[in-house]
């Protein structure tokens, strides 16, 4: 009997030091996307603490969300009171994920089927690890996408730029400026609203259904008023859709085709006239990034730069064509 014992104490550290190791693999792999980030460590923590079920959760404004499961028990549904109770019977083994220092969500393994299990100091220092460990491998992950973006918004600056000396068409140098500040802010979707001299209004949103652009149309250029200032800032701290859309119209229509908040940027002339508004909407629930304003605020500048350039252009060709003195043709 007192061998079997010696042998027990034996293997108990010699796997607590290949769980170690397994958990230091799983910190220093390289991950091609946060789905196989989650799924590596949730299945590595089922094997390493012998439990069913893994799940990384996180508290959102509207209660839980889900962001990656393994092997759910048939019909699970988040709940906090049923992870409560899987933790009095001893199934539940938890820890906190933080992404640089702020709480990112849980990561939590657990059973609601078979015996009681009461966990070591060793699993519960494990668990704690995993969830420090993916906290960093978030954080990493987190900076190399930014600096990706950096580099593609550097990128589609340059080409925005290449657009503006070839003189290429409004409509594509606006397409372009929606399709940088989208791939910068993958969760909202873009809109450039441009007034035309003539008292016609351009709506490019191609990722926005045709309810957005028609409702978008309804604005009067009038109930824009700018200021002059190197930020482009309006008179308005923000002005977005549901500000200058005519009163009679339903307020509630945004929010009725999916739409939640909002951040825009004027458009205007380095006159201080007004030539539209630029757009990001984000669907409910989502709240807009700091790093948003500042794309949108660039974008902003680079359309009014584009509008201006092909005014200047069309006033060129008609005084090559007209002689300035009497108006008629050369």
Same mark, same amino acid.
């Given at each position: ?5 010696? @042998? ?28 196989? +980030?989650? &799924? ?11 439990? !069913? ?15 990656? @499961?393994?092997?759910?028990? !048939?019909?699970?549904?988040?709940? +906090? @009171?049923? *992870? ?14 933080? /992404? ?52 593609? *918004? ?5 080409? +925005?730029?290449?657009?503006? /000396? ?5 409509? &594509?140098?606006? *397409? ?17 609203? *441009? ?33 002059? $200032? ?12 549901? $500000?200058?859309? =005519? ?16 951040? $825009?940027?004027?458009? +205007? $002339? &380095? ?22 304003? @500042? ?12 509008? &201006? ?14 002689? =300035? ?6």
């Amino acid at each position: 009997g007192g061998t079997k014992a010696k @042998s027990a104490e034996a293997e108990a550290p010699a796997g607590f030091t290949a769980h170690l190791r397994h958990i230091h693999r799983l910190n220093v792999r390289t991950y091609g996307s946060l789905p196989e +980030v989650f &799924e590596e460590f949730l299945k590595s923590g089922c094997e390493i603490f012998r439990l !069913p079920s893994g799940l990384i959760h996180r508290t959102s404004a509207d209660g839980k969300d889900t962001v990656a @499961s393994w092997n759910l028990p !048939p019909g699970f549904t988040l709940d +906090v @009171s049923a *992870l409560v109770n899987a933790a009095d019977i001893g199934c539940y083994l938890g820890a906190p994920i933080l /992404v640089d220092g702020a709480l990112y969500g849980r990561l939590s393994f657990f059973s609601y089927s078979g015996p009681p299990r009461r966990f070591s100091s060793e699993e519960r220092e494990m668990v704690e690890l995993m969830g420090r460990g993916l906290g960093r491998v978030i954080l990493e992950h987190q900076i190399r996408a930014q600096s990706g973006l950096s580099a593609r *918004l550097e990128k589609d600056r340059t080409n +925005v730029l290449d657009m503006l /000396v070839a003189n290429r068409p409004i409509r &594509e140098i606006m *397409l372009h400026l929606l399709k940088m500040i989208e791939r910068q802010s993958p969760d909202a979707r873009g809109a450039v609203i *441009l007034f035309d001299p003539g008292g016609s209004t351009h709506v490019f949103a191609p990722n926005l259904d045709a309810s957005y652009r028609r409702l978008a149309a309804k604005i009067d250029p009038s109930s824009l008023a700018f200021r002059h $200032s190197p930020l482009f800032t309006s008179v308005r701290s923000e002005p977005d859709l549901a $500000s200058v859309l =005519p009163k009679e119209i339903h307020p509630g229509l945004l929010e009725e085709i999916g739409l939640g908040a909002a951040i $825009s940027a004027p458009i +205007v $002339s &380095e006159s201080n006239r007004p030539f539209g508004l630029i757009l990001l909407h984000y669907s409910k629930g989502t709240q807009p990034r700091a790093e948003d304003r @500042s794309v949108l605020t660039m974008a902003s500048r680079a359309a009014a730069l584009a509008i &201006e350039q092909q005014k200047l252009a069309k006033q060129l060709a008609l005084q090559l064509q007209n002689d =300035p003195m009497t108006g008629l043709l050369n």
